[in-house]
């Protein structure tokens, strides 16, 4: 069944949720194969399917998409409702503005807003009355609900920057590394992701027939890692221009960006591009904006272009034009001064 790797205190928020409609949640725990004597072990975890089942079972017995977290019932099809809303849009921008809008509709409770700032996009949930003994569950599942939308409706991998958790660290704090894929921050004002805004200019993708076949198996969109993502190329080419001293392998570039580096040549090589060319493409581009602009000896040119010595960056220059840098800079000119 794969990883046990979800808290079983997510679990109990849903036996609460149960008890709080009067009903039994014996046949949900069945149908997932969740040992009942499970629930008592704080430290204990499921799978992902596992999840998947007693969360689906939940919300088609209770009749509430939101498991008890709001005042009131989202009954079923209210998240396909707001992913309905979303896909006529021409951008994940406009997209997220709508799902977060239709989201304050239908459950006044919490606010869910997309807020942008220079490069950096957040999504932001602000609440409205005490979640009680639900609150790590709902927001949790709320920022999962709307990251995996995002993802579906780009067809990419939305690389999280941080996370942020406005409640002490749980107990099962290990478990948050696989539920999101970032640093995650306890103790914060708000619960919000924050990730590169670039990927709000990404078109929608998706269309009706699309939205159709989702809704029929929707829940596994809250935990799937998408292997595409659609702005590696551009995310790895700013580490390489930002932290040249930091990006002389693949370790350092898969450090910079949160991935391992099997993850990065994996994603590099479905985007059609390779880290070496794309290390050359920036090394170039800077070395010749060097030398043409400045009057930094060749040895500062290389190491300013990310090279560990000026031999090698000799090498690599002759290779791309066919010129040592010094010819190279003397046949187009002298540079400007500083």
């Known amino acids: 069944m794969?990883?046990?790797?979800?808290?079983?205190?997510?679990?109990q928020a849903i036996v609460l949720a149960y008890h709080r409609y009067g009903k039994d949640p014996?046949?949900?725990?069945?149908?997932?194969?969740?040992?009942?004597?499970?629930?008592?072990?704080?430290?204990?975890?499921i799978t992902a399917l596992q999840m998947e089942r007693i969360s689906d079972a939940a919300m088609q017995e209770l009749d509430d998409e939101a498991?008890?977290?709001?005042?009131?019932?989202?009954?079923?099809?209210?998240?396909?409702?707001?992913?309905?809303?979303?896909?006529?849009?021409?951008?994940?921008?406009?997209?997220?503005s709508?799902?977060?809008?239709?989201?304050?509709?239908?459950?006044?409770?919490?606010?869910?807003?997309?807020?942008?700032?220079?490069?950096?996009?957040t999504i932001r949930i602000t609440e409205h009355r005490n979640l009680g003994a639900l609150r790590e569950f709902c927001l949790v599942s709320v920022l999962r609900n709307v990251l995996g939308v995002a993802c579906w409706l780009v067809d990419s991998r939305i690389a999280l920057r941080c996370v942020h958790l406005p409640f002490a660290a749980?107990?099962?704090?290990s478990a948050y590394?696989?539920?999101?894929?970032?640093?995650?921050?306890f103790g914060c004002a708000q619960a919000a992701i924050i990730f590169d805004a670039r990927y709000l200019d990404l078109p929608v993708r998706r269309d009706e027939a699309a939205l159709q076949q989702m809704l029929q198996n929707a829940l596994p969109l809250t935990v799937l890692q998408y292997r595409r993502d659609r702005l590696l190329v551009?995310?790895?080419?700013?580490?390489?221009?930002?932290?040249?001293?930091?990006t002389h392998n693949a370790e350092g570039v898969a450090h910079l960006l949160n991935v391992s580096p099997r993850t990065l040549h994996r994603q590099l090589r479905e985007e059609g591009a390779s880290l070496q060319t794309l290390k050359d493409s920036v090394r170039r581009e800077r070395a010749?904006?060097?030398?043409?602009?400045?009057?930094?000896?060749?040895?500062?040119?290389?190491?300013?272009?990310?090279?560990?010595?000026?031999?090698?960056?000799?090498?690599?220059?002759?290779t791309w034009s066919g010129q040592t840098p010094a010819e190279f800079r003397r046949n187009n000119g002298a540079p400007a001064s500083l």
């Not at 300013?304 to 090498?315: D, L, M, T, Y």
């Open 234 to 246: 551009q995310q790895v080419r700013q580490a390489l221009l930002q932290h040249p001293s930091d």
């Open 177 to 185: 590394s696989v539920l999101f894929p970032a640093p995650t921050q």
């Open 98 to 121: 709508r799902w977060c809008r239709h989201h304050g509709l239908i459950a006044p409770d919490i606010t869910v807003a997309l807020e942008t700032a220079g490069d950096t996009a």
């Open 2 to 11: 794969g990883v046990a790797a979800t808290p079983i205190a997510f679990v």
């Open 288 to 318: 010749i904006d060097l030398l043409l602009r400045t009057h930094k000896p060749i040895k500062q040119v290389a190491q300013a272009a990310g090279f560990q010595n000026e031999k090698s960056f000799i090498r690599a220059f002759k």
């Open 67 to 96: 498991l008890g977290w709001f005042s009131r019932r989202l009954p079923w099809g209210s998240y396909g409702m707001l992913a309905r809303a979303s896909i006529s849009a021409p951008t994940l921008q406009l997209a997220l």
């Open 26 to 45: 014996a046949g949900a725990l069945q149908k997932a194969q969740i040992a009942p004597d499970l629930l008592h072990d704080s430290q204990a975890r």
């Open 170 to 173: 749980p107990a099962h704090r």
